[in-house]
């Protein structure tokens, strides 16, 4: 591997340079991680202003030097046709899901980079896609057939806390009996009309509880999906009404909008039982996020995984719990230096967290969830 790491952006939006909503922004990570060896050497985006304004800001920003050579272009296909600085070696997919995870023409990212620039690792954001889940197994068969690192960006799986209660069941030998996520969303401060339209965002288990699914399979392993029952509160229903919202709900059909309330159970193929609880209840704009798992004699309590996150744990003859606070633990970084790092070769392919595979899997179970709970719903009705 040469001295610069050279990165491929696709997507000059909130995950790769930076929102005010969130912690997120790969590129301020990338730079932190690799400091002189970074060299951006393009960014893709169709939205050609979007992409010069975020590329503009880095040239005045100390960072500048990393991305003097960057070129802007509007697709992977304009991008492979001109003379790049320097071969990728890792492209960061940081467009919506709509744009990739198939093999549809024009929602097929993945696949135009890989036959692009056939030796480039690609980081894809979650969720995997917004399309057929089989067409996301059949780009896992292009991908895997290609031999391609991918990594997927469910960041908690990376969080230090998260590791503990890995080390921990691991090293008794635990069996986990059950997983228990808790997402209490606080609404008032989102405002984008296409989050509160289920046909643009996939709604709020496939957008948003997506991270809480994946958790949940981390440590419960494989999903029945057959098993799948959920219910909702819809927008229509007396508990379903929300008085803080900050943005006009009219325009958007009836049958689009979110359910507030998504609750949601189903049998692991191991033996155990998972639970999760999404809510878009809490005004201003702290949420309230809770993800427990079960095992004899155990209990994990891990609190606000995306801020500071707190483990709380009892064990076998222990009345009390013992609780770890882990400051400053920053899984975005986490993530993105590991997926350096295996590229670089040092370690195996284990350390990255999210498989594409994986992470399909995670996309399936959020689809089972939300077809469960419309057909409830429409029972109901
Ligand atoms: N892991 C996390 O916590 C986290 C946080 C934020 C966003 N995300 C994910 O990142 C992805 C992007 O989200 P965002 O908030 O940055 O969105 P965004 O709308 O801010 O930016 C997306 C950008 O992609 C561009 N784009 C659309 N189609 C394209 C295509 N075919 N080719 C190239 N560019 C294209 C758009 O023009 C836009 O500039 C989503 O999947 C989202 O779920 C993950």
């Known amino acids: 591997m040469s001295e610069t790491v050279n990165i491929l952006l696709v ?4 995950i790769n340079f930076g929102s005010v909503e969130g912690p997120w922004n ?19 985006d169709l939205d050609a202003s979007r992409a010069t304004a975020a590329l503009d800001a880095k040239l005045a920003s100390p960072a500048a030097p990393a991305y003097a ?7 992977v296909t304009e991008a492979a046709r001109s003379p790049l600085s320097q071969t990728p070696h890792i492209a960061i997919v ?7 995870g198939t093999d549809i023409p024009g929602r097929d990212l993945e696949l135009q980079l890989v036959e692009a620039f056939p030796r480039c690792a690609l980081f894809v954001e979650k969720p995997v896609s917004s399309g057929p889940e089989d067409a996301a197994w059949r780009v896992a068969d292009v991908l895997e057939k290609s031999g391609t690192l991918v990594g997927v960006g469910y960041m908690l799986r990376y969080l230090k806390a998260v590791q503990v209660m890995k080390k921990i069941i691991s090293e008794n030998g635990l ?5 228990n996520a808790r997402y209490v969303m606080a609404y008032e401060w989102a405002r984008k009309p296409a989050w509160w339209d289920k046909t643009r965002s996939g709604g709020p288990i496939i957008e948003q509880a997506t991270h809480f699914c994946d958790l949940s399979r981390y440590f419960g392993g494989d999903v029945h999906l057959p098993s799948v029952v959920a219910h909702t509160v819809q927008p229509n229903e007396a508990p379903g009404q929300l008085s803080a919202k900050r943005f006009d709900e009219d325009p958007i059909p009836p049958e689009n909008r979110l359910p507030r309330l998504t609750s949601a159970t189903w049998k692991y193929r191991g033996g155990a039982v998972g639970t999760l609880t999404h809510v878009i209840a809490l005004h201003g704009n702290t949420y309230d996020t809770e993800f427990e798992v079960y095992a004899d004699g155990y209990r994990f ?5 995306y801020g500071t996150p707190k483990l709380c744990i009892r064990r076998p003859g222990a009345a009390e719990e013992e609780v770890h606070v882990f400051k400053e633990d920053d899984p975005f970084r986490t993530e993105l230096e590991t997926f350096v790092d295996v590229v670089e070769e040092r370690g195996s ?5 999210s498989s594409y595979e994986d992470a399909i899997k995670t996309y399936e179970l959020t689809w089972a ?3 469960a709970s419309e057909t409830a719903a429409a029972s109901y009705a």
């Open 11 to 14: 997507g000059a939006g909130e």
């Open 26 to 44: 790969h590129t301020l990570r990338l730079e932190q991680i690799l400091g002189p060896r970074l060299r951006v050497v393009a960014l893709i």
């Open 69 to 75: 050579d960057c070129k802007v272009f509007p697709t």
């Open 94 to 100: 940081g467009a919506p899901p709509f744009a990739r």
């Open 175 to 179: 069996v986990v009996m059950g997983t």
């Open 301 to 305: 309590k891990l609190v606000d995984p």
């Open 349 to 353: 392919r284990d350390r990255v967290l």
């Open 369 to 371: 969830i939300r077809r």
